[in-house]
């Protein structure tokens, strides 16, 4: 079994999906993502990423969400990885 | 009784509120186009009801301005009040979230299923009675631009009830998690060519692109159609019908008189010189009917189509960063862009800025940096002549506008949050909609503008003739010729900019002002304060003590950035 990886929604590749696995911040900034839908347990996928720190785009449900770079970097996520046959 | 919208931003309460009230409010689609309440009466069962339009907000924990508007509001509420409680059916999961915190309050409250047909092509599909039952409240599907539901919804009014509706120890998101697997179905389906648009809007190389061509084409529309228009309509109608009898009403006054002065103002060789006369029917009406009119209806004609596209929020996006430089994050590009019509609904439109620091700076870069179209117009009137003014004129402003937001963002206390915004898919603008809003622009500019422009010229005449201007002149003349390098009479327009910065502008035509002091000038005119239209608004938005600063900054940067321009343009073309 592989290990599950954890990364900021920031470093995520463009195109993959992942699960939320967590918000590292403070309450303001969990109750702000939870209100626009990234909150733990849900699917997101990563639309665009600006250069130089610029925000992060992800689809979650039928809605994208623009996410400045910093706060992106503390919602941590899980990528999900295609099955691999056994 | 009341009936009190409340639902997310963006999910179109202001299109509903006009459906309901039959009023008229500005309607975008971008998160933040309204800011503060308004007020409309509708008309239920023989009844007059008045509706209330919140901002929008995604919770009822209080992170903005414009969600402690609602928090205020709702704290208020009568016992007989209704809540309407407005969703985006495209997005039932997250809004629910909101809607169960309202359901806690134990309101009388009905839900509006918006966007309903959108829902259906995007392959979402909601079980509306199924949802009732499980809220406890009505919930009706809508179409709110094209007017669709709307009577069931009115008739449903009534049915509205405080919901029994129960967490039992659940996590409000759980809670959401279980109805939305019970109501909804999701139907796969390919994207659209408005979706990869959309989406390509986003990505930095395709999405700059993008921006270039849409910001360099409106540029270019709104050039071309304002042009077009004076030429082609507004000028041959006023030197066909209005000059004759203009003139007629010249001669039968014997050509002088005061009167003839305040009316008609000087003629040059028997000739109403409409950019000079400065008479109340001559250059009083030209002005704001001939020349900055076709200017608004096309900037606003262009605006009206970005707003309605959804285009700004990717705009904010791709800005962010640039945007950050200067304090702001992405969304500070809506005020200053709604500013380029007019300074007053860009203020306004600040309050979308989280923290009281970037609507500090917002306001400031705005009210400092940022010329209004009728302006915008009289400057392309006046320097147009010389080939290089422009680029140099509006170069300046831009080199300015960075420099300020520079300084502030480094000297002000305090950090700029990160943007967090919705980004809202293509739809296409509504001609109907388009063309209500560029209707309720044109009728503000004729209502509010033209009346202070006709004012202006009046006073302009009045400090004249009374040597007002004169006195000022020499009073101003170390700082204004010793600093600026402009003549003693351009302090005329600079006090009558106080209250009119285009007509500031129009004052500048007759001194027929060679280039250096023309561009320093049309510069000095933007920065150094703003008009009696934006100050009010200013000083509510800001506090008196911010407005203080504001005001320093302006007088600051405007005697600096000039006295620097003058001595640049003197140093290179002499």
């Not at chain 2, 009577?151 to 409000?172: H, K």
Request: proline letters at 6%.
């Amino acid at each position: 079994m592989k290990p599950a990886h954890f990364l900021g929604l920031g470093n995520l590749p463009l195109g993959t999906r992942a699960k939320v696995s967590g918000v590292a911040g403070g309450h303001g900034v969990v109750r702000r993502l939870e209100a626009m839908g990234i909150r733990p347990g849900v699917i997101v996928e990563k639309i665009s990423g600006q250069p130089f720190g610029g925000p992060v785009v992800v689809q979650v449900g039928r809605a994208r969400v623009a996410v400045g770079f910093g706060m992106a970097q503390k919602v941590m996520v899980e990528p999900m990885i295609a099955e691999e046959p056994a | 009784m009341r009936l009190i919208m409340v639902g997310h931003p963006n999910v179109g309460k202001s299109a509903l509120f006009n459906r309901l009230t039959g009023a008229r409010v500005v309607v975008s689609n971008y998160p933040g186009t309204t800011v503060e309440f308004t007020r409309g009466v509708m008309r239920l069962v023989g009844r007059r009801v008045e509706v209330l339009d919140f901002p929008g907000t995604y919770s009822l924990d209080s992170s903005c301005k414009a969600e402690e508007v609602v928090l205020a509001g709702l704290e208020e509420m009568a016992p007989d009040d209704v809540l309407l409680n407005v969703v985006d059916s495209t997005n039932l999961e997250r809004n629910l979230g909101l809607t169960l915190q309202l359901l806690s309050l134990r309101r009388p409250m009905l839900v509006a299923l918006n966007f309903w047909d959108e829902a259906q092509h995007t392959g979402v599909s909601i079980d509306a009675p199924a949802l009732e039952q499980r809220l406890g409240v009505p919930c009706v599907p809508v179409v709110a631009v094209a007017g669709l539901g709307i009577r069931t919804l009115v008739e449903r009014i009534r049915e509205s009830r405080p919901s029994t509706y129960l967490l039992n120890g659940r996590c409000r998101w759980e809670a959401v998690g279980e109805i939305v697997r019970e109501v909804q179905t999701l139907r796969h389906r390919h994207h659209t060519w408005r979706e990869r648009l959309g989406d390509a809007s986003l990505q930095p190389f395709t999405g700059a692109a993008i921006a270039v061509v849409v910001l360099g084409g409106s540029m270019a529309v709104v050039h071309w159609v304002g042009e077009g228009l004076i030429e082609g309509v507004c000028e041959p109608l006023f030197v066909r019908m209005w000059t004759p009898a203009v003139l007629w009403l010249s001669t039968h006054w014997g050509n002088e008189g005061w009167l003839h002065d305040v009316l008609i103002g000087t003629l040059t060789g028997g000739e109403i010189n409409y950019g000079e006369s400065f008479g109340l029917l001559t250059t009083g009406l030209y002005v704001p009917l001939a020349v900055i009119l076709p200017y608004v209806f096309a900037f606003y004609s262009v605006l009206a189509v970005l707003e309605d596209s959804g285009y700004l929020p990717r705009l904010a996006v791709l800005a962010d960063r640039l945007m950050h430089t200067v304090g702001l994050h992405g969304m500070g590009v809506i005020p200053m862009l709604l500013g380029m019509g007019c300074n007053v609904p860009g203020a306004l439109s600040c309050r979308i800025m989280e923290s009281e620091r970037e609507r500090f700076i917002a306001s400031a870069l705005l009210a400092i940096g940022v010329p209004c179209m009728a302006q915008t117009a009289m400057i392309v009137g006046l320097a147009g002549r010389y080939p290089l003014a422009l680029p140099i004129i509006f170069g300046s402003l831009v080199i300015i506008w960075f420099a300020l937001g520079l300084l502030m963002n480094r000297f002000l206390p305090g950090e700029s949050p990160e943007i967090l915004v919705d980004v809202p898919p293509y739809r296409r603008p509504r001609v109907r909609s388009l063309a209500k809003k560029v209707g309720m622009h044109l009728t503000w500019y004729l209502r509010e503008a033209v009346p202070f422009v006709l004012l202006g010229v009046l006073l302009a005449n009045l400090l004249y003739h009374l040597g007002v201007i004169a006195f000022a002149g020499r009073l101003a003349a170390p700082v204004v010729g010793g600093v600026l390098g402009l003549p003693a009479e351009s302090v005329g327009g600079l006090l009558i900019g106080l209250l009119r910065k285009d007509l500031a502008v129009g004052m500048l035509a007759p001194l027929d002002l060679p280039f250096r002091q023309t561009v320093v000038a049309c510069v000095v005119l933007v920065l150094y304060f703003p008009c009696v239209a934006t100050l009010p608004v200013l000083l509510k938005e800001l506090g008196s003590r911010q407005m203080l600063l504001a005001a320093a900054i302006m007088i600051g940067t405007a005697l600096a950035a000039g006295g620097i321009l003058n001595l640049a343009l003197w140093a290179t073309v002499g």
